[in-house]
C-alpha cells in the first residue's frame, strides 16, 4: 500500500468507525484484563466448591434448551413452510409471538399458573376435590428452566429456519419429490442437511439468550454464571471474583462462536441464489391435516395463549392499585430510555457499515466483528464491567477536579449514560446486522453512481445511502427497540437510583412476591413487542415482495 | 492529448497477479473509443480505475489537462469531471427521471438547472417520461436516463460499462445508432466496454483489444473515417 492509499483509509469514517469500536471493546478489555489478575480467598473457594456447579448447571440448561428449541422451532419451520393446514397463514407469523414474552415475565406467569394457589390447582381442589401432589407441579427446578427457556425463544430458529426454507429451497424439495422421496425422508435427507447453517445460527442465538439471561434463573434459584457473578458481587461484594467469573463466562461464549465455525466448516454456504421462488405448500390428506394442526396449535397455546390470558386475568384482578400516575412515568423512561439507545445504536451501525462497506479491507473485516460481539457477551458480564469502568471514569474526574479545585464535579454513574452505554454495547449487532445486510442487498453501484455525478460520501450518504436503505433502517430500529425494552440484567444493575422501567418494576414486584402486580407492566410490553413484531414482519414481507 | 493514461498497474486485494499490467492510452477530444475483450481480460476494471472507483498500484490518469491520479495523489471519483453509464445503470429507484438527471447538476443555479435538464430531457426523448419513476420505464428508457444522467453535468469524459448488456439483440442495433449520433452531437469524449465486436465496430472509432490486463491490438473502425478522420492512429 502506498501512502496515498493510506491516506484514502484515514477519513471521517475511520475515525468515527475506530472511536465507536473501542467504547465497545473497552469493558471487555476490563474483564479480560482482570483474568490474570492475582486470586484472592474468595476466588479460591468459588473455583473449588461453587464453580463445577455454576458449570453444571449452565451447561445443562443450554444443551437442554439448545436440543429442545431445535426439535421444535425447526418442525415448525418445516410444517408451515412445506404443507397446507387449517390457519397456516395465521400460525405462519402468530409462532413468531412467544418472541414478545420476555422469559422471565413467562417463568413467573408459569410459576402463578401451576403453583399451589394457582388456577390449576385450585380448580382441581375446589371443583373435583383433588389435592395433587406437589412435586408434580413444581417448575421451579432446573428442568423447568429448560421448559421455559424453550417455550420463550424457539422462535430465534423458527423465524431463521422458515425464511430460509422458504426462499432458498423450494427447487431442492421439488426435485426431491420428483425424484420419488417421501416427505418425512426428504425432511432428514435434503432439509435438516441443507439448512443447517440456518439453523446453528439460530440455536446460537437462543444460547447466547439462556447465557444471558438473569431474571429466569434468579426467580427459579437455579446457580448459573448470571446468578453466580451478581451474588459474588452483592453478596461477598468481591469485584475481583465476580470479573473473574465473567471472564469465565465470555471464554465459554467464545469457544460456543469457535465451534459453531468449526462445525459449520466449509460448509458455510448460504444458497443465495437470486432467484427467490417460494415453496407452494401442499395441502395434507386425513388426519395428518389435524395431527400437523393439532401439534401448531398446542405450541401456540402453551408459548403465547395460557401465559398472555394469565396475565390479562392477572392485569385486570389488580389493575387500580397498579394503573396510578407512577405507571405512566414507567412507560415513559422505558420508551425514553430505549428510544435514545436505539438511536445511538443506529447512528453507529450506519456509520460502521458504510465504512467497512466503503472502505473493504482486513482492518475493516476485523471491525465488522468485533461490533457484532457485544451481543454474545452476556448481560451479567457487560454490567460488572461497566460499573467498573465507570467508578474508575469518576475517579478520574474528581481527580481532575481536584486538581483544578471545582467545587462541583460530574459523576457518570449516577446517570442514565452508564446504562445507555451498556445498551450500546449489547444490542449493537443486532442493529449493526440488519443494516449491514441492507446495504448488501442495495449494492454499491448507486452509491458509485453519485459519486460519479459529483457528491463526496457524506453527502451521498444522506442523499442515496440512507434513503435506500430505508427499510432496512427501520427494521432495525423496531428490532433492537423490542429487544432493550424486554432487557433485565442490564437495566436491573445500571439504573440510576429512583429510576425504574417496566421490566425491572415488574421483576421487582416478582421479588417481592407481588406476581398479580406486575402483570400490568409486564402485560404492556407484551403488547408493544408483539405490536412491533407484527409490523417489523409486514415490513420484512413487503420488503421480500 | 485529452485523455492520458500511462502505464497503469493494479491488483485486487488478496490476488497474487496483477489484474492490469501497464495499461497505457492516449484520446483525442471528442474521439468514441471501445475497450473490448473477453471477462476477466480486465476491461471494467480500467473503467472503474479512470473513474477514481479503484484506487491502481501505479499509473498517472490525465484527463482534460486535470492530473486524476499519479504516484502522489488521487482525486476521489466526485471531483474528476467523469461521467459513467454503469452496467446496471444504478438509476435511483427512489427518484423520478427528472429528479435522477437533476441530481448531478448541484453546481449549477437554479435557473441553469432548469434549463439543462429539459435539455437533456429533449435530447434522450424522454420528456413525457420525466415524473415516472425507475421501475416504470423498458430497458431502452432506463439506459437513456441512466445516459442523459451521466452527460447532464457535461463530464470531460464519459464511461460507459457494456451499455448494451441488458437489452435484446433488437433494441441493441437502433439504441446503438441513436448512441453515437447522440455522443457525436454532444461532442463528448468516450469509452466504452464490450465484448462484442459487432457493438464496438458499430459505435467506436477505434476498439483496443485487450487481454491479460494488456492491449493486444488497436483498429480503427469504419466509423473513423467518415466522421473524424483527423485522429491519429496508433497501431
Same mark, same amino acid.
Not at chain 1, 113 to 135: H, M, P
Not at chain 1, 216 to 235: E, L, N, P
Not at chain 1, 336 to 341: K, Y
Not at chain 2, 183 to 197: C, N, S
Given at each position: 500500500?502506498?501512502?496515498?492509499?493510506?491516506?484514502?483509509?484515514?477519513?471521517?469514517?475511520?475515525?468515527?468507525?475506530?472511536?465507536? @469500536?473501542?467504547?465497545?471493546?473497552?469493558?471487555?478489555?476490563?474483564?479480560?484484563?482482570?483474568?490474570?489478575?492475582?486470586?484472592?480467598?474468595?476466588?479460591?473457594?468459588?473455583?473449588?466448591?461453587?464453580?463445577?456447579?455454576?458449570?453444571?448447571?449452565?451447561?445443562?440448561?443450554?444443551?437442554?434448551?439448545?436440543?429442545?428449541?431445535?426439535? @421444535?422451532?425447526?418442525?415448525?419451520?418445516?410444517?408451515?413452510?412445506?404443507?397446507?393446514?387449517?390457519?397456516?397463514?395465521?400460525?405462519?407469523?402468530?409462532?413468531?409471538?412467544?418472541?414478545?414474552?420476555?422469559? =422471565?415475565?413467562?417463568?413467573?406467569?408459569?410459576?402463578?399458573?401451576?403453583?399451589?394457589?394457582?388456577?390449576? $390447582?385450585?380448580?382441581?381442589?375446589?371443583?373435583?376435590?383433588?389435592?395433587?401432589?406437589?412435586? =408434580?407441579?413444581?417448575?421451579?427446578?432446573?428442568?423447568?428452566?429448560?421448559?421455559?427457556?424453550?417455550?420463550?425463544?424457539?422462535?430465534?430458529?423458527?423465524?431463521?429456519?422458515?425464511?430460509?426454507?422458504?426462499?432458498?429451497?423450494?427447487?431442492?424439495?421439488?426435485?426431491?419429490?420428483?425424484?420419488?422421496?417421501?416427505?418425512?425422508?426428504?425432511?432428514?435427507?435434503?432439509? @435438516?442437511?441443507?439448512?443447517?447453517?440456518?439453523?446453528?445460527?439460530?440455536?446460537?442465538?437462543?444460547?447466547?439468550?439462556?447465557?444471558?439471561?438473569?431474571?429466569?434463573?434468579? =426467580?427459579?434459584?437455579? $446457580?448459573?454464571?448470571?446468578?453466580?457473578?451478581?451474588?459474588?458481587?452483592?453478596?461477598?461484594?468481591?469485584? +475481583?471474583?465476580?470479573?473473574?467469573?465473567?471472564?469465565?463466562?465470555?471464554?465459554?461464549?467464545?469457544?460456543?462462536?469457535?465451534?459453531?465455525?468449526?462445525?459449520?466448516?466449509?460448509?458455510?454456504?448460504?444458497?443465495?441464489?437470486?432467484?427467490?421462488?417460494?415453496?407452494?405448500?401442499?395441502?395434507? $390428506?386425513?388426519?395428518?391435516?389435524?395431527?400437523?394442526?393439532?401439534?401448531?396449535?398446542?405450541?401456540?397455546?402453551?408459548?403465547?395463549?395460557?401465559?398472555?390470558?394469565?396475565?390479562?386475568?392477572?392485569?385486570?384482578?389488580? *389493575?387500580?392499585?397498579?394503573?396510578?400516575?407512577?405507571?405512566?412515568?414507567?412507560?415513559?423512561?422505558?420508551?425514553?430510555?430505549?428510544?435514545?439507545?436505539?438511536?445511538?445504536?443506529?447512528?453507529?451501525?450506519?456509520?460502521?457499515?458504510?465504512?467497512?462497506?466503503?472502505?473493504?479491507?482486513?482492518?475493516?473485516?476485523?471491525?465488522?466483528?468485533?461490533?457484532?460481539?457485544?451481543?454474545?457477551?452476556?448481560?451479567?458480564?457487560?454490567?460488572?464491567?461497566?460499573?467498573?469502568?465507570?467508578?474508575?471514569?469518576?475517579?478520574?474526574?474528581?481527580?481532575?477536579?481536584?486538581?483544578?479545585?471545582?467545587?462541583?464535579?460530574?459523576?457518570?454513574?449516577?446517570?442514565?449514560?452508564?446504562?445507555?452505554?451498556?445498551?450500546?454495547?449489547?444490542?449493537?449487532?443486532?442493529?449493526?446486522?440488519?443494516?449491514?445486510?441492507?446495504?448488501?442487498?442495495?449494492?454499491?453501484?448507486?452509491?458509485?453512481? +453519485?459519486?460519479?455525478?459529483?457528491?463526496?460520501?457524506?453527502?451521498?450518504?444522506?442523499?442515496?445511502?440512507?434513503?435506500?436503505?430505508?427499510?432496512?433502517?427501520?427494521?432495525?430500529? @423496531?428490532?433492537?427497540?423490542?429487544?432493550?425494552?424486554?432487557?433485565?440484567?442490564?437495566?436491573?444493575?445500571?439504573?440510576?437510583?429512583?429510576?425504574?422501567?417496566?421490566?425491572?418494576?415488574?421483576?421487582?414486584?416478582?421479588?417481592?412476591?407481588?406476581?398479580?402486580?406486575?402483570?400490568?407492566?409486564?402485560?404492556?410490553?407484551?403488547?408493544?413487542?408483539?405490536?412491533?413484531?407484527?409490523?417489523?414482519?409486514?415490513?420484512?414481507?413487503?420488503?421480500?415482495? | 492529448? *485529452?485523455?492520458?493514461?500511462?502505464?497503469?498497474?493494479?491488483? =485486487?486485494?488478496?490476488?497474487?497477479?496483477?489484474?492490469?499490467?501497464?495499461?497505457?492510452?492516449?484520446?483525442?477530444?471528442?474521439?468514441?473509443?471501445?475497450?473490448?475483450?473477453?471477462?476477466?481480460?480486465?476491461?471494467?476494471?480500467?473503467?472503474?480505475?479512470?473513474?477514481?472507483?479503484?484506487?491502481?498500484? $501505479?499509473?498517472?490518469?490525465?484527463?482534460?489537462?486535470?492530473?486524476?491520479?499519479?504516484?502522489?495523489?488521487?482525486?476521489?471519483?466526485?471531483?474528476?469531471?467523469?461521467?459513467?453509464?454503469?452496467?446496471?445503470?444504478?438509476?435511483?429507484?427512489?427518484?423520478?427521471?427528472?429528479?435522477?438527471?437533476?441530481?448531478?447538476?448541484?453546481?449549477?443555479?437554479?435557473?441553469?438547472?432548469?434549463?439543462?435538464?429539459?435539455?437533456?430531457?429533449?435530447?434522450? #426523448?424522454?420528456?413525457?417520461?420525466?415524473?415516472?419513476?425507475?421501475?416504470?420505464? +423498458?430497458?431502452?428508457?432506463?439506459?437513456?436516463?441512466?445516459?442523459?444522467?451521466?452527460?447532464?453535468?457535461?463530464?470531460?469524459?464519459?464511461?460507459?460499462?457494456?451499455?448494451?448488456?441488458?437489452?435484446?439483440?433488437?433494441?441493441?442495433?437502433?439504441?446503438?445508432?441513436?448512441?453515437?449520433?447522440?455522443?457525436?452531437?454532444?461532442?463528448?469524449?468516450?469509452?466504452?466496454?464490450?465484448?462484442?465486436?459487432?457493438?464496438?465496430?458499430?459505435?467506436?472509432?477505434?476498439?483496443?483489444?485487450?487481454?491479460?490486463?494488456?492491449?493486444?491490438?488497436?483498429?480503427?473502425?469504419?466509423? #473513423?473515417?467518415?466522421?473524424?478522420?483527423?485522429?491519429?492512429?496508433?497501431?
Amino acid at each position: 500500500m502506498n501512502w496515498h492509499a493510506v491516506k484514502r483509509q484515514l477519513n471521517g469514517w475511520a475515525i468515527l468507525s475506530f472511536l465507536a @469500536i473501542l467504547l465497545i471493546v473497552l469493558p471487555g478489555i476490563v474483564v479480560l484484563v482482570e483474568l490474570f489478575a492475582p486470586v484472592n480467598d474468595n476466588w479460591q473457594h468459588i473455583q473449588e466448591y461453587l464453580l463445577p456447579r455454576y458449570v453444571r448447571n449452565t451447561l445443562f440448561i443450554m444443551v437442554a434448551t439448545g436440543v429442545l428449541t431445535t426439535v @421444535i422451532g425447526t418442525s415448525l419451520a418445516w410444517f408451515v413452510t412445506v404443507y397446507d393446514f387449517p390457519f397456516r397463514r395465521f400460525f405462519k407469523w402468530a409462532l413468531i409471538l412467544p418472541l414478545a414474552i420476555p422469559p =422471565y415475565i413467562g417463568a413467573y406467569t408459569y410459576h402463578g399458573i401451576l403453583n399451589y394457589t394457582g388456577v390449576i $390447582q385450585t380448580t382441581l381442589r375446589n371443583q373435583f376435590g383433588i389435592t395433587v401432589d406437589q412435586s =408434580y407441579f413444581n417448575i421451579m427446578s432446573i428442568q423447568g428452566t429448560v421448559f421455559i427457556f424453550t417455550l420463550f425463544l424457539y422462535p430465534y430458529i423458527y423465524t431463521i429456519t422458515r425464511a430460509f426454507l422458504h426462499n432458498q429451497s423450494s427447487s431442492m424439495i421439488e426435485n426431491a419429490r420428483i425424484l420419488g422421496r417421501g416427505s418425512w425422508d426428504i425432511f432428514f435427507t435434503v432439509v @435438516i442437511p441443507i439448512s443447517r447453517v440456518a439453523i446453528i445460527g439460530g440455536v446460537s442465538l437462543v444460547l447466547m439468550e439462556v447465557l444471558n439471561d438473569y431474571g429466569v434463573v434468579k =426467580y427459579f434459584g437455579i $446457580q448459573t454464571f448470571s446468578t453466580a457473578i451478581f451474588s459474588t458481587w452483592f453478596g461477598m461484594k468481591d469485584t +475481583s471474583s465476580a470479573l473473574k467469573l465473567a471472564g469465565t463466562l465470555m471464554i465459554l461464549v467464545i469457544a460456543i462462536l469457535t465451534m459453531e465455525r468449526l462445525v459449520r466448516g466449509r460448509k458455510q454456504f448460504s444458497y443465495a441464489s437470486t432467484k427467490v421462488k417460494p415453496l407452494k405448500p401442499r395441502p395434507l $390428506q386425513g388426519w395428518h391435516r389435524y395431527a400437523v394442526f393439532a401439534y401448531v396449535s398446542l405450541v401456540f397455546a402453551i408459548a403465547f395463549v395460557i401465559p398472555f390470558t394469565q396475565l390479562t386475568a392477572w392485569t385486570f384482578l389488580t *389493575f387500580d392499585t397498579v394503573f396510578t400516575e407512577e405507571f405512566w412515568q414507567l412507560v415513559w423512561n422505558t420508551v425514553r430510555v430505549a428510544f435514545t439507545a436505539t438511536v445511538i445504536i443506529l447512528l453507529f451501525a450506519l456509520i460502521i457499515a458504510n465504512y467497512t462497506r466503503l472502505f473493504p479491507s482486513n482492518m475493516t473485516r476485523v471491525i465488522s466483528k468485533v461490533t457484532t460481539l457485544g451481543y454474545s457477551i452476556p448481560g451479567a458480564a457487560i454490567a460488572i464491567a461497566v460499573i467498573t469502568l465507570f467508578l474508575w471514569l469518576d475517579d478520574k474526574v474528581l481527580d481532575l477536579a481536584r486538581a483544578l479545585d471545582l467545587s462541583q464535579t460530574f459523576v457518570f454513574r449516577t446517570t442514565l449514560i452508564m446504562l445507555i452505554f451498556a445498551y450500546v454495547i449489547r444490542f449493537l449487532a443486532i442493529g449493526y446486522n440488519s443494516i449491514e445486510s441492507g446495504f448488501e442487498k442495495v449494492g454499491k453501484s448507486f452509491t458509485e453512481a +453519485s459519486r460519479m455525478l459529483g457528491w463526496n460520501t457524506v453527502q451521498t450518504f444522506f442523499r442515496v445511502d440512507i434513503p435506500m436503505i430505508k427499510g432496512a433502517i427501520m427494521s432495525a430500529f @423496531i428490532l433492537v427497540f423490542i429487544d432493550i425494552m424486554k432487557e433485565l440484567p442490564l437495566t436491573l444493575f445500571l439504573q440510576p437510583f429512583n429510576f425504574s422501567t417496566l421490566a425491572t418494576q415488574a421483576f421487582k414486584y416478582v421479588s417481592d412476591e407481588k406476581i398479580h402486580e406486575a402483570a400490568l407492566a409486564s402485560i404492556v410490553i407484551v403488547l408493544m413487542s408483539g405490536l412491533l413484531i407484527f409490523v417489523s414482519h409486514k415490513v420484512l414481507d413487503k420488503e421480500a415482495d | 492529448m *485529452f485523455v492520458q493514461i500511462n502505464d497503469l498497474h493494479f491488483s =485486487y486485494k488478496g490476488a497474487h497477479e496483477e489484474t492490469i499490467k501497464g495499461f497505457s492510452i492516449s484520446i483525442t477530444k471528442g474521439e468514441i473509443v471501445s475497450l473490448l475483450g473477453d471477462s476477466g481480460s480486465g476491461k471494467s476494471t480500467i473503467l472503474r480505475l479512470i473513474a477514481g472507483l479503484e484506487m491502481p498500484n $501505479q499509473g498517472v490518469v490525465v484527463v482534460n489537462n486535470c492530473v486524476c491520479c499519479d504516484d502522489c495523489q488521487f482525486m476521489p471519483p466526485e471531483d474528476r469531471g467523469v461521467g459513467m453509464v454503469f452496467q446496471d445503470y444504478a438509476l435511483f429507484p427512489h427518484m423520478t427521471v427528472e429528479k435522477n438527471i437533476r441530481f448531478g447538476l448541484h453546481k449549477l443555479n437554479r435557473k441553469e438547472r432548469n434549463a439543462r435538464v429539459e435539455e437533456m430531457l429533449a435530447l434522450v #426523448n424522454l420528456t413525457e417520461f420525466r415524473h415516472r419513476y425507475p421501475y416504470e420505464l +423498458s430497458g431502452g428508457q432506463q439506459q437513456r436516463v441512466a445516459l442523459a444522467r451521466a452527460l447532464a453535468p457535461k463530464p470531460a469524459l464519459l464511461i460507459l460499462d457494456e451499455p448494451f448488456s441488458n437489452l435484446d439483440t433488437s433494441l441493441q442495433h437502433r439504441i446503438r445508432d441513436d448512441l453515437r449520433r447522440l455522443l457525436k452531437q454532444t461532442g463528448t469524449t468516450t469509452i466504452f466496454v464490450t465484448h462484442d465486436e459487432e457493438d464496438a465496430e458499430a459505435l467506436a472509432d477505434r476498439i483496443v483489444y485487450l487481454g491479460e490486463g494488456k492491449i493486444k491490438k488497436q483498429v480503427m473502425t469504419e466509423n #473513423n473515417k467518415t466522421f473524424n478522420p483527423q485522429i491519429p492512429c496508433f497501431v
